[in-house]
């Protein structure tokens, strides 16, 4: 359970977009993890760009361990975007991948690399099949949010 334990709290962050025609779109955002379920899952919610604005994406992800699998079973919902996937979570090193599809029939790879206690740095890729190489589409470089008294 400790795999994402770790990200319990809240976040900031800046956002990377790596659009198709090599140009980038920056953002802020923030992040926020809490357990659910009586302990047995942890659930997300990520927001961009940072409130008060209007965000351009709105979702959450619920991670949940499978001991069978000896993983982590990811659903991500974004219903701003109608932006849907599934994956399932291991740990690879010191990083945390994520692979699945996502609504669009696309594969992804989420991965949490750069892991402190007080950081971490968030890379979305995606690819049409097994033949291609990956794409990085997003990435978050977060920082744990101070906290106001």
């Not at 659009?19 to 992040?31: A, F, H, M, P, S």
Request: proline share 5%; hydrophobic share 35%; with cysteine.
């Amino acid at each position: 359970m400790d795999l994402y334990g770790w990200l319990i709290g809240s976040w900031e962050m800046d956002t990377v977009c790596h659009l198709d025609d090599g140009t980038i779109q920056k953002w802020t955002g923030e992040c926020h993890f809490g357990w659910v379920l009586e302990g047995r899952a942890i659930q997300d919610i990520w927001i961009r760009p940072r409130r008060p604005a209007r965000p351009t994406m709105y979702g959450t992800t619920l991670r949940i361990f499978d001991p069978g699998i000896g993983g982590w079973h990811i659903i991500w919902n974004d219903p701003l975007n109608q932006d849907y996937s599934r994956q399932i979570g291991r740990a690879e090193g010191k990083d945390i991948v994520q692979i699945g599809d996502d609504s669009r029939g696309l594969q992804t790879r989420w991965r949490f690399t750069g892991i402190t206690a007080n950081s971490f740095h968030w890379i979305g890729e995606e690819r049409p099949s097994e033949s291609d190489p990956w794409q990085i589409t997003y990435e978050h470089l977060a920082h744990r949010a101070k906290r106001v008294a």
